[in-house]
């Protein structure tokens, strides 16, 4: 047994992550110490510092290439590049749940959430100004679970993150002050297969700890490397955990609860799940297979080359029948989950790591920001029952309220991957990296896939321009400042990056770095 | 004066205009569409003033201007023009102040229970922007610029379709864009795949149309390549099999989307054969000239079956510019500067012709408010003004000698008859059915008794001359004298073919419209 004494840890290196979880800390103290008129205020404020800080840090400390705690944790260009995109998505995440100015009751979340659906006191609390402001912390763990997530070099640190993204989550996946039951029910079934998905990603684990006698990811691969890997102990193993990272990044066939959980969340929280939680689970599903199994690349091969090609296809295909809108966009999101996974795929071997990497993280950081538009959209369009998510309110939704619709109308084109969009500047730039790596067969698959997801996309634009309003439509709310600087910050990027995206598609490009 | 950067100004100019007319207020109807029309001539005639300025003798690409753009991709800025775009461009500018005139009152009457949900500005706003679109298409020379707008001039024409179009508009705009969309993404694999190819071969990835014209690419390969582009611009042209969205498309649009629909966004597709696929490919395009001439010709004697079938005025309009398309692609396709020219001088001459075409159909279903050829009836006794120009843009649609479309189907029957005379001879059966079906609507729609909704017609009044005559007159200019054009495409057509290794590519043709 090799001696105990504490590993070196740089903390300026993990500054990001630890602003934000330091964050989180406080924010359950003020909970339990500050008085509820001033809760929701400071709340609200410390939960933003927090993921700006992070951000602030993540710039900071840019340039790093090291590993730190005795090899856990990563601070390169990759995870710091990660570690941005998911801090500046969920400060935007947290400026969704921030908003007061839609529901009439001033919050998106629930008085008490403890009060059983229906009774009378949830009755009497139904339109209390007040809500949980517990739903800030939370959210701020989770965040801060994300970020470390996307930067353990360690099995077990990531098996330890992913249960820190993955708990706050459940929970504020169930307190959505309108349509309770649904969102309830929807806590429930993240948690079910939640739970499930963090078992096989921890028989997966011990698996490998079996076959190489470490969780390192370094000293995986080079295990690997030594006794081959066709080990049944290796391949099981493997497939586990790649089963775990797919069921938290919400790839098909391990999607069936993203359309539930979806619609049933509160919207704010759809928006922190579709964009920050994709995003770490891509990370940590990169690091895995470059750092961890970089030299067994043709046994996991094989297997995301498929998945990709199901997940375009599933997302692409169900979401045409969709008829809610929030279900839809989960469907466009699990067809996005099969076109990283086409950036995946690109990166050819660990030692040449080229354009596959900065593509993909060019593409999470594109869909990231479209997508949170979208949700903020989404939270805009309501009637008497709080947001009003099937397609058909939504007709004639231009000539009620034009500007709506046409940011509306600004991702759904970014999504579908039309030029001059960021969504077609992602596209692109994960397709040539497949092409050149001779994936085309999966990019030509892609495309049609972007073709017929194009359709469910278009059907929207057609409901909102072309067809006359309904009668009994929705309104659509004015949003406060908090979902204006949301829609204002995804809006531009969303052109920008079409536009002139050269300055990120740079900074993506050094960041390809991952150590380990 | 050639140094100003004519292409950048046309694009810009209307692309500006387009977005600051959503700063005028909604109802100011008429300045709006004074706006409109006063860029509108402002891009005529600075097109018109580049065309002078355009040396057909010169460098194959003039007007060249080429900005950085996203280096990451080697992606370029670059515009310029050989005398194929260049006509084109005039083709649009000269067209678009047409459709203005046309759609006067376009959008005039939202919400007042017609249906339609556009206004009078975002029509005028989406077809600057469309114009803007349009120009930078033929203008591009760098692919990857060229596939952007390819793409996003679908939006503009989708919107106009979908809100301004008759009743079952939101299917035909979807299916509008679906289609062209699918095409586009398959055109997509080949371009990343060019570009992949080229860094290969020249060790740096470019998009840039000199550079790629210029390396030699593996026979096998070339075939996978030209067919992503090929696949594009079939569904865009449209060939058949590929043309089931146009009817819909153009029956669906209201007019003066119509006329640009068919007159110069389909023309992208034609136009493509002859920028990339014949120059890029051209070990490919010799390999599958026999099948696509076989879809060509399909599809000039199918299209001309159908229209003679339709009993919809705008459906039998759309289904002869499938003929009409099929021309095109055995000009493009004879491999034959003669053809190739007459292939080109096709495409500016079915935009006026088709369009003044669509224009008066316009006219009638605006008087009538009918599609169907069987609610009219006698209208030449009526409208006397609105018969003759009907009857001269039908004589110019089936090819009366001494009007413009004749010079260019000859051009394309004559450069065909050399290498394919079957395919030639079977297309002149196209032209026969093109008389029938042209005479006969117009038999049925001008002769006879006069209908009883017909009595009450008006005759053509100042708005509608003014914007008729101007096609109607270059029908006939055209058809006696179409030497300006020819001079102007003659040389990128044998360029065209140069690069292609047609045999006889230098062989002088053109004279067709002396004799």
Known sequence: MPDLSAPSISYV????????????????????????????????ALALLGTVGALVAVVLVAGRNELTAARAVAVDGTALFLEGTIAALGALSILMFAERALDPAKSAFVASAALPVGSSADRKLA???????????????????????????????MFVALEVLSLPLYLICGMARRR?????????????????????????????????????????????????????????????????????????????????????????????????????????????????????????????YSIAIVSMVVGAILGITQTDVKRMLAYSSIAHAGFLLVGVIALGDAATAGRGLSSTLFYLLTYGLTTVGGFAVVTLVRDGDGEATHLSKWAGLASRSPLTAAVMTLFLLGLAGLPLTSGFTGKFAVFRAAIDDGAWPLVVIALLASAIAAFFYLRLVVLMYFSPPAEDGPTVGVPGLPTTIVLAVTAAATLILGLAPNAVLDLAEQAAVLVG | MSDLPFLLILMVLPLVAGFGLLAVPEDRHDLIRRITLGVSLVVLVLAVFMTVAFEPSGPRFQFVQSYSWIPDFGVRFALGVDGIALVMILLIGLL??????????????AGRGTGKTGSMRTFFAWLLILEALLIGVFAATDIFLFYVFFEAMLVPMYFLIGSFGGPRRQYAAVKFFLYSLVGGLVMLASVIGLYVVSANEIGQGTFAFDALRQISIDPDLQKLLFLGFFIAFAIKAPLVPFHTWLPDAGAEAPIGGAVLLVGVLDKVGTFGFLR????????????????????????????????????????????????????????????????????????????????????????????????????????????????????????????????????????????SFGPYPVFSILATVGIILAALYILLMYQRTMHGPIKPAVGGFKDLNKREMAY???????????????????DIITPAVNATMADVGAEGSTAQAGNGGDD
């Open chain 1, 13 to 44: 290196g993990l500054a990001p992550v630890l602003i934000v979880l330091a964050a989180a800390c406080l924010g359950v103290l003020i909970e339990a110490f500050a008085p509820r008129h001033l809760r929701w205020n400071v709340q609200v």
């Open chain 1, 127 to 157: 339109a209390a100004p007040y809500s949980q402001t517990e739903v800030f912390p939370l959210a701020s763990f989770a965040i801060g679970g994300m970020m470390l997530f996307a930067a353990s070099n360690n099995l077990l640190v």
């Open chain 1, 180 to 304: 309770r039951l649904l969102s309830q029910e929807s806590a429930v079934k993240y948690f079910l297969l939640g739970s499930f998905a963090s078992a096989f990603f921890l028989y997966g684990l011990a698996l490998i700890y079996g076959f190489s006698g470490s969780v390192d990811l370094g000293e995986i691969r080079e295990s690997a490397a030594r006794s081959g890997s066709s080990d049944a102990l290796f391949v099981t193993g493997l497939a586990l955990l790649i089963v775990g990272l797919l069921f938290k990044a919400g790839i098909a066939p391990f999607h069936a609860w993203t359309p539930d959980v979806y619609q049933g969340a509160p919207t704010p929280v759809t928006a922190l799940m579709a964009a920050c939680t994709k995003v770490a689970a891509f990370g940590a599903i990169l690091r895995l297979l470059y750092v961890g199994f970089g030299t067994s690349e043709w046994t996991w091969r094989p297997l995301i």
């Open chain 2, 96 to 109: 678009v102040p047409v459709v203005i005139g046309a759609s006067w009152n376009e959008g005039a009457d």
């Open chain 2, 276 to 415: 990339y696929c014949l120059p890029l490919f051209p070990d490919a395009s010799r390999a599958f000239a026999p099948a696509i001439l076989v879809l060509a010709v399909l599809g000039i004697l199918y299209g001309a079956l159908l229209a003679m079938g339709q009993t919809d005025m705008k459906r039998l309009v759309a289904y002869t510019s499938i003929a009409h398309f099929g021309f095109i692609a055995l000009g493009v396709f004879a491999f034959t500067t003669q053809a190739g020219t007459g292939a080109v001088l096709y495409m500016v001459n079915h935009g006026i012709s088709t369009g003044a075409l669509f224009l008066i159909v316009g006219m009638l279903i605006s008087r009538g408010k009918s599609r169907t050829i069987g609610d009219y009836g006698g209208v030449s006794s009526v409208t006397p003004l609105l018969a003759g120009a009907f009857l001269l843009a039908g004589l110019s649609s089936l090819a009366l000698p001494g009007t413009n479309s004749f010079v260019s189907e000859f051009l394309v029957l004559l450069g």
């Open chain 2, 468 to 486: 008729l005559s101007p096609l109607l007159a270059l029908i006939i200019v055209l058809g006696v004298y179409p030497k300006p054009l020819l």
